[in-house]
């Protein structure tokens, strides 16, 4: 059975303190990890999808790195509006689905 | 652009009345996907589909049916609503790529059930 651990639950930086949120993974056969941010009331919107160890995606203040077992998003002098809840996913096997971790609240205070 | 939209945003009901989510895509997507997200437990598959008339069970399919007459239509379907399918759901949209999904699934804006 896949499955996806999201390390904190709850972070809280200060403006412009530079963070990194875990996301390990045990899955068989991994064909992509997805990030998703969710804002509140919201669903959660596509920010990077990585397929093989080693590869790394950049989108403004945030980073993607993935290894055979973990990913991080590293967040880059965060700003009060990166606050969000952050999803990991994982696409496996002959799986047509993703299986998401439980997220990470990411707040950034002023 | 549309995406993907869900109607109702918010319903209550009691306890054994049905109801049905409607979940519309305008993208042209072959696979629809129906979540439910709890407090601690992130999102959770209910049912899925890979192409207009077919659909599947996900990890918590029971209580739940689905159906999928229109490419661009998945419907879920609560026969008896229970307190336990108090939930937000999602339902959700993907291109079919291969081997490699890339990328992602485009999200609804959710529906708030709650069961009394």
């Known amino acids: 059975e896949d499955q996806v651990t999201q390390s904190p639950e709850a972070l809280r930086l200060q403006e412009g303190e530079s963070s990194s949120l875990n996301c390990s993974y045990t899955?068989?056969?991994?064909?992509?990890l997805f990030w998703y941010r969710q804002d509140p009331g919201k669903g959660p919107e596509f920010l990077f999808t990585?397929?093989?160890a080693g590869e790394e995606k950049e989108k403004e203040r945030l980073k993607a790195t993935l290894t055979k077992k973990e990913s991080f998003l590293h967040i880059t002098a965060p700003k009060p509006e990166d606050s969000a809840t952050y999803l990991c996913?994982?696409?496996?096997?002959?799986?047509?689905?993703?299986?998401f971790g439980s997220g990470t609240q990411l707040t950034v205070l002023p | 652009n549309a995406g993907v939209t869900q109607t109702p945003k918010f319903r209550v009901l009691k306890t054994g009345q049905s109801m049905t989510l409607l979940c519309a895509q305008d993208?042209?997507?072959?696979?629809m996907y129906w979540y439910r997200q709890d407090p601690g437990m992130g999102l959770r598959l209910i049912h899925y589909?890979?192409?207009?008339?077919?659909?599947a069970k996900g990890e918590v399919p029971d209580g739940y049916n689905v159906s999928r007459l229109k490419k661009q239509n998945f419907l879920l379907g609560l026969e008896s609503a229970a307190p336990s399918q108090t939930s937000v759901y999602f339902c959700?949209?993907?291109?079919?790529?291969?081997?490699?999904?890339?990328?992602?699934?485009?999200f609804g804006s959710g529906t708030r059930l709650t069961v009394v």
């Open positions: 990585l397929y093989s």
């Open positions: 959700a949209s993907s291109l079919i790529t291969g081997i490699y999904e890339n990328y992602g699934y485009t």
């Open positions: 589909s890979v192409g207009e008339g077919t659909t």
């Open positions: 899955v068989s056969g991994l064909r992509g």
């Open positions: 996913a994982v696409q496996a096997g002959s799986a047509r689905q993703l299986t």
């Open positions: 993208m042209n997507h072959e696979y």
